[in-house]
């Protein structure tokens, strides 16, 4: 890939959070040598947090052992709008473990590319390249908000979102104006949450679907947990929503709660509640669902479920009710 012309290098902001110094100033140091001007090292997240709270920073390269926190945790809260000012902030995440576990959950989290230490400042330079001339359009699902990583056969149908790119738009000479920036951040977020409140809604009728066959073919095995899941997944969308939304959600989180301290002598009248209820957020999160043939296909199948049916359907996973 050729190289991106030096000229307006200094004008992009970076921040390398690190607690491994050597590498830290290292990156820094090389970067600088290579015309990035606004180049800052920090090793604690603590710091970082500040960082991204009070500026808008063009590129994070953030390791993945940080010692005052969860940095993975810390790249999803970013990617969700819950952690400083751009939630499309290019990010770069070092890491020396390369175990697949680790791996899927820093891909989960939304960042744009991973590099495996020891990493050379060639590696580095071709990254930071790679964002700026052909950086991949985010999607959106209720689990995940980031760049999109499948193949081209797989996104097909998929909504595709082209996010600010201040590192882009630096580098080519454009002038980046804060207000109109964080009116284009804001406008692409809202369409994200939107989308993402609209696909937890479908995904957690399924969850409370497959809830409700489990009390009703009397299959208890581990439902804390499954309570516990749904409980986070109603709790997300509760933060997504508004008023109407919030309040069908804690409605929905304190029958949940009552069902889980006391599964094992569950009211059966509590377990009517659930399918009532998730069905009410997720019209709420679709609202154009409401004129769609299949809402009447779902209250009739409902309409007609029974416990012999129920156990039937034994086994059924959320991810397959959902889909």
Same mark, same amino acid.
């Given at each position: 890939m050729e190289r991106v012309?030096?000229?307006?290098?200094a004008n992009v902001k970076i921040v390398i959070a690190d607690? !491994?110094?050597?590498?830290?100033q290292g990156l820094r140091n090389a970067l600088a040598? !290579?015309?990035y001007? !606004?180049?800052?090292?920090v090793g604690r997240l603590a710091v970082l947090r500040d960082i991204l709270m009070t500026a808008v920073v063009d590129l994070l390269v953030l390791d993945i052992d940080l010692p005052d926190g969860d940095a993975i945790a810390l790249a999803r809260d970013i990617r969700r709008g819950k952690i400083g000012r751009n939630p499309f902030l290019p990010i770069i995440l070092l890491t020396w473990a390369s175990a697949p576990e680790v791996v899927l959950r820093v891909v989960s989290s939304g960042v744009d590319l991973i590099l495996v230490k020891p990493l050379s400042t060639g590696q580095l330079f071709s990254r930071?390249?790679?964002?700026?001339?052909d950086r991949k359009p985010f999607v959106v699902t209720a689990d995940y908000m980031g760049p999109d990583r499948r193949s081209r056969e797989m996104s097909e149908n998929t909504q595709f979102y082209d996010v600010p790119n201040t590192l882009k738009d630096k580098i080519?000479?454009?002038p980046v104006d804060p207000a109109a920036l964080s009116t284009e951040i804001n406008v692409a977020l809202q369409a994200m949450n939107n989308s993402r409140m609209a696909q937890s809604g479908l995904k957690l009728a399924g969850a409370i679907d497959g809830l409700c066959r489990r009390f009703e073919s009397e299959a208890t095995e581990d439902i804390y947990d499954e309570i516990a899941r749904i409980g986070h997944l109603v709790r997300d969308i509760a933060g997504l929503g508004g008023p109407d939304i919030r309040n069908l959600c804690k409605s929905l989180i304190k029958t949940l709660n009552q069902i889980g301290d006391n599964a094992d002598t569950v009211d059966a009248k509590q377990?009517?509640?659930l399918r009532p209820l998730s069905h009410s957020i997720l019209l709420a999160a679709n609202p154009d669902l409401s004129l769609h043939p299949v809402m009447d296909e779902i209250n009739r199948a409902l309409a007609a479920f029974s416990p012999k049916q129920?156990?039937?359907g034994k086994g059924r996973t959320t991810e397959e009710v959902a889909d």
């Open positions: 012309a030096m000229k307006h290098r607690s !491994d110094m050597y590498t830290c040598d !290579d015309g001007g !606004d180049v800052r090292a930071i390249e790679g964002l700026i001339a080519e000479g454009r377990i009517e509640l129920a156990a039937a």
